[in-house]
């Protein structure tokens, strides 16, 4: 037998996991997931997270326990830091990972439109450091506006403002709103929880825009019934340290300020040669290959790929997913071709990569999502149980669905969200 | 009706909670829970936050959920700096708490023996912060093991040490060796996870000293066999950066050094008037106020209280439970009194305290514990059945008991326990 072709994947999200298992156990091929942490993660349900539903581990998943039986894929915890696609190697700060095909699915950063000093006074929501992040910081500000005697400084603890009226932001504002008027609502003795302001600003004229415009302005008009003020064709232009500014010319105190407005392409797209759209992404090949280097592969959120009918393809699980299993029949297409009459050829016969649109679905608050697929749309109740069933069944991993059901039940019948609990912090911050 | 004594409470461990509760919606009293988290801690299963079977949320409870319909009740999430006795108050860094009654239920620390400088060197497993520390510390140890070629590095973050034999060591001892052997069996490619190597360092003569000396001595051999190294009269005598000298005269090199061995009481007992053991605990009065202080509690691991045969109460959960519950009654009681003839001598009716002992149990790797109580002992699978189900019955929180139980019985099916997730580090560390 040959020798086995080498296979990099950086990045374990949804492209990469998936390509990896389609490459599980495959003879020909010696895969090397990397990815700087230990888990994949179930980035849909970190929201959930963030809003104090579930618990870190409820939603992640160690790598290797995924790939545990896939014998041909080593796992490495690692950074990789630069791509050279001349001598066809990934290298981290201490290590090199030669590969005859590579895949980069690392995945999206927020973009805080040039204005980079914004990020510090603001949290984020890729990872499970950042949902704590927004968790610790939520319920520390309401226990610290608990202590408070000052009314101003007690608003500005009590005031959350999101940036973004994305999926991310809409989830956010309906899960803290659920919190602090459900959850919390005897909790505290010198405040109302329930007084918390929920400011979500957006750039356009509507919030979700991915759905019809009546979706969108259904979901207003529900977040608004559930205290969020929503803000459309509102800009922040300016961001210190607990305030924004908008561009009604508003300043905003606000201890909480959450972004979930632009994102761009991880930084290492910029090691591969070729066009790349405003937010970074590779403008790849139909069959998802960088032009020029049909070895490489790009993938997740930072692909820039047209559909079939030339609409872009977006930047969400299932589709991520789509590519990396779409990246993994290429190669195997490609392995198989080199032992036939077409190896010289094999280029010509990469197929297309096709994207099924399953729909969209975004929660808001307590019993209540929006869904759209194609002609079909669903809101309020009967989309959230829709909600709950594909995400109980898509939830990687057998206990985590279990466990993640039972929590939600539980907390659905008493309305306490059980992972209240404040970690990373050895001290109380003294109250300002 | 007269203004309401305010009784101050520091510390939302079980002797603080357990005296809360029972103090909740009495009128004739106001009451202020002083603690610097926000959570109440099922401490008993800590070693599983740190062996990575549970996640944090599932062993804690947040302080305000608990007491939320004590309506008498406010929690401060606060750090409580210094007490004056004789103004009767408790200050933090910019809060003072009057009381007419205090308890101080701060729990104990580390203790290094007089060598503080080996903290640095050292985790603890007090909080659940120190519990992810561990588990993020052994995860990425074996993570750059798997990258590392260094044959003598790779030994080095493939050693645990843990100093202290007590039930904390034992049972990390056993949950780890569980961790490596059967959920991490096939998750690598480099190394064997199997072969990490831990020692369990004891100064005495035996392990779990509580325990009879049959049952000391069966708990070392089930160890032995689940690979455990146990080291007995044996000293630590200097603790460096990644190694550990014992006072058999041998150097162990060992990213991971745990610390299990001495507790101290927590230094707000220095404010307090009256002698203290070795260890700092306050020698309270037979009623567990403080001697010149009727108005002063003190309770739980803080607290040298010697039971009616002279035998010294452990520092237990029940114990401290059982403490905090005393206390409230002495505190009703004393209510009660001044509205009678007795007004003026309620201080010579004060119950003693009685410590109930309903026995002890460790755990010591899966399926398998030791259990005593007086006369009765058992060992082997049925103590861990009886520990399993005296854990979940007093697990804190329906919603916590069927997480847990539910998490236990699939990782119990599956061998795979599912918190295996690191975070909290936002890179890997390079391999040294």
């Known amino acids: 037998m040959s020798t086995p072709k080498r296979v990099v994947i950086v990045g374990g999200g949804f492209a990469g996991l998936a390509c990896a298992q389609k490459l599980a156990n495959d003879k020909r091929l010696e895969v090397t997931l990397i990815d700087r942490r230990n888990h994949h993660l179930f980035q849909p349900l970190l929201y959930q997270v963030a809003t104090a539903s579930l618990a870190a581990p409820d939603i992640a998943r160690s790598l290797r326990g995924i790939l545990s039986k896939a014998r041909n894929i080593r796992v490495v915890l690692d950074e990789a830091a630069s791509i050279d696609t001349k001598k066809r190697e990934v290298r981290s700060a201490d290590a090199v990972y030669p590969y005859d095909y590579l895949l980069l699915a690392t995945g999206a950063r927020s973009s805080f439109f040039g204005k980079d000093e914004w990020e510090e006074h603001t949290v984020g929501l890729k990872t499970l450091d950042d949902a704590q992040a927004i968790r610790r910081q939520v319920l520390t500000a309401l226990e610290r506006a608990e202590r408070c005697d000052d009314g101003e400084e007690r608003r500005r603890l009590m005031t959350i403002v999101i940036v973004g009226g994305g999926p991310t932001g809409v989830e956010l504002a309906g899960a ?80 909480t300020i959450i972004w ?135 939830l990687i991993g057998f206990r985590n669905k279990l466990v993640v059901l039972l929590q939600w039940a539980w907390a659905y019948v008493v309305d306490k969200p059980g992972a209240r609990v404040i970690t990373g912090t050895g001290k109380p911050e003294p109250v300002r």
């Open 176 to 255: 803290f709103s659920d919190l602090v008027r459900r959850a919390l609502r005897s909790d505290f003795r010198s405040i109302d929880p329930a007084r918390l302001r929920i400011l979500l600003v957006q750039g356009g004229d509507r919030i979700l825009k991915p759905y019809s415009p009546d979706l969108s302005e259904w979901a207003k008009r529900r977040l608004e019934s559930l205290g969020v003020e929503v803000c459309l064709h509102t800009r922040v232009d300016e961001i210190e340290a607990g305030r924004v500014h908008l561009d009604s010319g508003e300043w905003i105190e606000a201890e």
């Open 260 to 394: 979930a407005a632009g994102v761009r392409a991880t930084k290492l797209t910029a090691d591969l040669p070729g066009e790349k759209d405003n937010a970074g992404r590779v403008l790849v090949n139909p069959d998802l290959s960088v032009p020029g280097h049909r070895e490489v592969f790009v993938a997740g959120d930072i692909a820039h790929v047209a559909d079939e009918d030339g609409k872009e393809v977006p930047g969400l699980a299932p589709a991520a997913e789509q590519m990396g299993h779409h990246i993994a029949k290429v190669i195997k297409e490609d392995l198989r071709l080199e032992k036939t009459q077409y190896a010289g050829r094999k280029d010509e016969f990469r197929p297309a990569f096709r994207y099924f649109d399953k729909g969209i679905m975004a929660i808001i608050g307590k019993n209540c999502a929006v869904v759209e697929a194609g002609a079909f749309k669903l809101r309020g109740y009967p989309a959230w149980l829709m909600w709950l069933l594909i995400h109980l069944l898509f």
